[in-house]
T-cell receptor
Framework: AQSVTQLDSQVPVFEEAPVELRCNYS??????LFWYVQYPNQGLQLLLK??????LVKGINGFEAEFNKSQTSFHLRKPSVHISDTAEYFC??????????????FGKGTKLSVKP | NAGVTQTPKFRILKIGQSMTLQCTQD?????MYWYRQDPGMGLKLIYY???????DKGEVPNGYNVSRSTTEDFPLRLELAAPSQTSVYFC???????????????FGPGTRLTVT
């Protein structure tokens, strides 16, 4: 079985500062990794995904994440945040069954609050 | 192209009442999912479907039923509403294709349900 731990439930940061949202996972098989963003009163939207290949993946809105297999981590970063990045961010993992995907397991979320 | 649509947006139920949450997607996706989101708990999978006529339980299926008679629709049924079912419900869909390596889930806007 897979599990996901998001290490911070809330992250306050000032506008134009860098931010890192941390995510660790556990799995006995290879995994696919995802970051989703949820703006207030909306559904979830995919930010980026790691399926295979380069461990540094770039997503929408200037976000990027690095897959670290030895650390079982998939931390999300942005070098300079904007007020509009205020949202809740979810890390998710699914098992790689030889190219087929298992169900998504979500972390509990990290609320990013960007202050002026 | 509306994506994933859910109705209703809000609903208040009395204990013991029944209702159906509607979900429709127009992307010809083969996979569809129902999640519930509780504060600070992330998303939990209730049921999923890999195609018309095929459904399976997720992590938290008790108290819910689903059916999938068409590719587009995946309704979620609550038979005897209980306060523990107060939550925000999200429907999602994806096109699972080993060759295309898509795996992204597209989410609807959610239904906020209160059971009192």
């Amino acid at each position: 079985a897979q599990s996901v731990t998001q290490l911070d439930s809330q992250v306050p940061v000032f506008e134009e500062a860098p931010v890192e949202l941390r995510c660790n996972y556990s799995s006995s098989v290879s995994v696919y990794l995802f970051w989703y963003v949820q703006y207030p009163n909306q559904g979830l939207q995919l930010l980026l995904k790691y399926l295979s290949g380069s461990t540094l993946v770039k997503g929408i809105n200037g976000f990027e994440a690095e897959f670290n297999k030895s650390q079982t981590s998939f931390h999300l970063r942005k070098p300079s945040v904007h007020i509009s990045d205020t949202a809740e961010y979810f890390c998710a993992v699914s098992a790689d069954y030889g190219g087929s995907q298992g169900n998504l397991i979500f972390g509990k979320g990290t609320k990013l609050s960007v202050k002026p | 192209n509306a994506g994933v649509t859910q109705t209703p947006k809000f609903r208040i139920l009395k204990i013991g009442q029944s209702m159906t949450l509607q979900c429709t997607q127009d992307m010809n996706h083969n996979y569809m999912y129902w999640y519930r989101q509780d504060p600070g708990m992330g998303l939990k999978l209730i049921y999923y479907s890999v195609g018309a006529g095929i459904t399976d339980k997720g992590e938290v299926p008790n108290g819910y039923n689903v059916s999938r008679s068409t590719t587009e629709d995946f309704p979620l049924r609550l038979e005897l509403a209980a306060p523990s079912q107060t939550s925000v419900y999200f429907c999602a869909s994806s096109y699972s294709n080993r060759l295309a390596r898509t795996y992204e889930q597209y989410f609807g806007p959610g239904t906020r349900l209160t059971v009192t």
